[in-house]
């Protein structure tokens, strides 16, 4: 496991101190071919568009000085070593790799070709980058705390819920170390809250719809995992169930509350190492990023739908209420 502690916020803010005369030195000299690559269903998902948006606040805009060739998957991690294959062949100067799926993809189809990849786990221990103030290869990106966001989700999920007995995980078992993380860390914050912590291994969109259906009202639910988290987050979505998502990108399809950093956020982060390379810095160079902000964010149209009244010590915390 790595220990974010100790280099987050002072790698992060290290890497402005480049000048920026740096950066602009690029616009207009070159159009830099950046792929992407997703399990999306579409191209415009939120890191996606965080990435075009840090690159215009940087000074390179789409069509001047970058231009996009997108591959998604449409929900299929299967594609993603096909889509990444694609992006090599067609010589992309550098290829944005958003989840795990996707760099861990990128990252095996080229050693050469430079890769920043955003809300990854534990880059570390998938693999990916050798360490995080020395990545190494060809690979830097911003990461994501989600194994020490656990305790906090539960934390937030008996303090909307006091008399929260249960919680339920519904899990990807093919999501890795990350995921056996996060499990033993659910495990020792339930027992220090006093819950009981149930689990749901699922592999399919299917399976999902069925482990949460299931969960009876009342119960909180929490999602791990990095192959059908998409479609596990989407059935907590649809069912109403009482969850703290790891992105508020789920509260805007009517999920209730979120403790994470927001997918556009990272994608925008992103974009500092993304010019830092085109201004000649190698990824091996480049110090792995913990993200800029870890927000709390609560729907209160969800909860009002649910019957649920948020304490009012609970929205003094967030950073963003939905009303």
Sequence with gaps: MMNRRK?????A?????????????????????????????AP???????????????????????????????????AMPAAAAELVAIRVDLIFAPGDNAALAAARATKTIPIVFAGVADPVASGIVRGLAHPGGNVTGVSNP????????????KSLVPNLRRVWVVYDPMGGPETRAELLRAQEAARVLGLELLTRSVRTAEEARAAIVTIPPGDGALTFGRVTSADISAQLVESHKLTVF?????????????YGADYRDVGAQAARL????????????????????????????????????IPPSVLLRADRVIQ
């Excluded at 830099?32 to 999306?40: D, E, F, K, M, N």
């Excluded at 509260?251 to 509350?257: K, M």
Aim: proline share 6%; aromatic share 8%.
């Design 13 to 41: 803010w290290g890497l402005l101190a480049a000048p920026f005369t740096a950066f602009a030195q690029l616009t207009g000299k070159k159009k830099h071919r950046i792929g992407t690559l997703t399990t999306a269903w």
């Design 246 to 258: 790891g992105s508020a990108f789920w509260l805007d399809f009517g999920g209730l509350v979120a």
């Design 274 to 309: 993304v010019v830092k390379i085109f201004a000649g810095t190698p990824p091996r160079d480049i110090p792995v990023e913990g993200p800029d902000k870890i927000q709390l964010v609560i729907n209160l149209k969800t909860a009002k739908a649910l019957g649920l009244a």
């Design 146 to 157: 989600t194994t020490e966001l656990v305790p906090k989700r539960l934390e937030i999920l």
């Design 44 to 78: 415009n998902n939120p890191a996606n568009e965080g990435l075009r948006d840090g690159l215009t606040a940087l000074g390179l805009h789409e069509g001047r000085d970058v231009e996009f060739d997108h591959r998604y998957t449409e929900g299929n991690p299967g």
């Design 7 to 11: 280099f987050a916020r002072s790698v």
